[in-house]
């Protein structure tokens, strides 16, 4: 008998325990049947605002710069520039130039192992309303200056908050430009567990070239890439007789030698202060943005870490911008093909056929003006922009049965990560979308039960076309 009610104490106290261990999630749990895992946008750069002394009476925003930084910052430029063209002494003149800089940039500066400085902060906050749809999703901001395999521990914590928020037991992760990276940095530590579906828009996975030549000092004004940069810009942005006017008044000023003009005097001015700034301004700056350097292709990234660092580098941050360079970067391969074999649907959207920035080396690179189009689509093979392939080209990867070089004969796909899952947009400026983009966001979404692919889809094949003035995408011909 006392055996008994013994074991049935202890039977009892086991349970009691289970119970009160399980009862906090039972009470918060509250599953949602709605169907819909939520979306997280992992947003762009400058997604989080950045302030210094926050919360105090000195609180200042310090990224994005505001509109009278700015303008205090050309204004604190005027007479320098007066006395440039009356004496012509570009050492004094690059002084005050490195001088505004720093006004403006120098508080984004890093501590030099690449943490923040303790009164640079952000005020993001994990959210509290449930509400979820394919309209309606949650959005991760983060300090674009951080680590990203540090910005993928606080995206962990907001993937488990909306999780419990929302009583899904997966989020699905919608990655604009720079949130890829993050996105990225994320699944290396954390593993697709908690996702169920992953959309890339125009990310730089790969890097993009203007972080690489800018980090190994390479500049370079080119007329022809000026000229096309001003012509596609307005293509893409101004559709209809204001962007025809806008045409033809660039074309005639191209025929004037405007273009050529301009490039050779800023060319001549660049070669005059680039050391200067560099060295004044932007490798103290930048040096230690880890952000930034997760933005460095690999064929710049340890040239880039000789022009930056110098011979003495903070061992500390080459630890970590390593980390992320060898062990997520450069196994965006290993990464994204292991989504697929977990069965995590998987979409790239790549852009192309914009001129890119035009102040680099790599001014030929096709792209969507910010990333070039072979490293947001993690590793197409791309013909310089403007230019095709030879009429006898044939594709790279022939392992692959399908034909994966575009209709215009400028892309080859069949050299992607993800051949199947990686889609190219013509004539899309970086992450510019409109209801088109929404469309195709809502099929995937509508149907990311199972793994799609270029062919799931009549509408939506590997190469579209953007047409901007209807808002749609349709199939490239
Ligand atoms: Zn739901």
């Known amino acids: 008998m006392k055996k ?10 086991v349970l009691t325990m289970v119970f009160a261990l399980a009862a906090p999630s039972l009470a918060t749990a509250g599953k949602c049947d709605c169907g819909e895992d939520p979306i997280i946008y992992v947003a ?5 605002t950045l ?50 800089v720093i006004d403006i940039f120098g508080p984004l500066a890093n501590a030099e192992n690449g943490d923040s400085t303790p009164d640079i902060t952000t005020k993001e906050e994990l959210p509290t309303d449930p509400t979820h749809s394919l309209e309606h999703s949650y959005y991760f901001g983060y300090d674009f200056r951080a680590d990203p395999l540090v910005v993928a521990d606080d995206l962990n914590e907001y993937v488990e908050h909306v999780k419990a928020l929302t009583g899904h037991d997966k989020v699905r992760f919608r990655a604009s430009s720079m949130g890829g990276v ?46 096309r940069y001003a012509s596609t810009a307005i293509t893409t942005m101004v559709p209809g007789a204001g962007g025809d006017i806008l045409q033809v008044l660039v074309k005639t000023l191209n025929f004037v030698g405007l273009f050529k003009g301009l490039t050779d005097f800023a060319g001549g001015l660049v070669d005059k202060l680039v050391g200067k700034v560099f060295d004044g301004a ?32 903070n061992e500390e941050l080459v630890k970590r911008i390593d980390a992320y360079h060898y062990g997520v970067q450069q196994k965006a391969d290993v990464i994204l093909n292991g989504l697929i074999a977990d069965g ?6 790549s852009a192309t056929n914009v001129q890119r920035t035009p102040l680099v080396t790599a001014w030929k ?33 022939t392992a692959c049965t399908h034909n994966h070089i575009s209709p215009d004969n400028r892309i080859d796909a ?23 983009h929404g469309e195709l966001y809502r099929w995937f979404w509508e149907n990311d039960d199972e793994i799609l692919t270029i062919r799931s889809n009549p509408a939506y094949p590997q190469f579209l076309q953007n047409d901007i003035e209807n808002q749609k995408l349709v199939p490239q011909e």
């Open 4 to 13: 008994l009610m013994k074991a049935s104490v202890s039977i009892f106290l």
């Open 44 to 48: 762009a750069l400058g997604s989080a």
């Open 51 to 100: 302030y210094k002394d926050a919360d105090t009476e000195n609180e200042k925003v310090v990224f994005r710069p505001e509109t009278g930084d700015y303008v205090k910052m050309i204004g604190s430029l005027i007479v320098p520039i007066v006395k440039l063209v009356i004496d012509g002494n570009y050492d004094d003149f690059g002084d005050s130039l490195v001088g505004a």
């Open 182 to 227: 993050m996105a990225m940095a994320y699944f290396s530590k954390y593993g697709s567990d908690d996702v169920k579906s992953v959309i890339f828009q125009n990310c730089p996975i790969k890097g993009t070239a203007v972080a690489g030549a800018l980090f190994c000092g390479e500049v370079e004004i080119n007329p022809t890439a000026l000229y």
């Open 282 to 313: 932007l490798i103290p700056i930048f040096k230690a943005n880890c952000g930034i350097w997760a933005f460095v292709p690999d064929e710049y990234y340890e040239n880039a870490k000789k022009f930056m660092l110098g011979d003495n580098p």
């Open 344 to 349: 995590v649907p998987v979409m790239i959207v």
């Open 365 to 397: 690179n096709d792209s969507d003006g910010t990333v070039d189009t072979k490293y947001s689509s993690v590793g197409a093979t791309v013909a310089d922009h403007a230019e095709t392939f030879s009429a006898d080209y044939s594709q790279v990867n």
């Open 414 to 436: 069949s050299t992607c990560a993800l051949p199947e899952q990686t889609w190219f947009v013509k004539d899309m400026m970086h992450c510019t979308t409109h209801d088109g």
